[in-house]
């Protein structure tokens, strides 16, 4: 089993910084990439940012410039950097990773339980 652990949610000002974190652990071969989505209440889930394991970045359009994803392929573990939150930004973050539990096997997607984020003065 995988299994997806987030933390670094909580209440913070417009304009303010968290960083979210996210480690997977479990019976991993091999991470092909990790990222975050985020749902706010009475929307679908968007995606936000992923990394590959070559390092590779990819942002949606809404948090370019203002969000960063970075990762510690040995720990298996992801970081999202957030500035210059805006109260739109307020969500559950979810991480997921696409991982192979064995050699040459699939890479399914791994959920965590997500993180609440409130931006609000």
């Known amino acids: 089993q995988v299994h997806i652990v987030e933390s670094g949610g909580g209440l913070v000002q417009p304009g303010g910084s968290l960083r979210l974190s996210c480690a997977a652990s479990?019976?991993?071969?091999?991470?092909?990439?990790m990222g975050w989505y985020r749902q706010a209440p009475g929307k679908e889930r968007e995606w936000v940012a992923l990394?590959?394991?070559?390092?590779?970045?990819d942002y949606a359009d809404s948090v370019k410039g203002r969000f960063t994803i970075s990762g510690e392929n040995a720990k298996n573990t992801v970081y999202l950097q957030m500035n210059s939150l805006k109260p739109e930004d307020t969500a559950v973050y979810y991480c997921?990773?696409?991982?192979?539990?064995?050699?040459?096997?699939?890479?399914?997607?791994?959920w965590g339980q997500g993180t609440q984020v409130t931006v609000s003065s």
């Open positions: 997921y990773a696409d991982a192979q539990t064995v050699v040459g096997g699939p890479s399914r997607r791994y």
């Open positions: 479990g019976s991993i071969f091999r991470t092909n990439a």
């Open positions: 990394i590959i394991n070559s390092g590779s970045t």
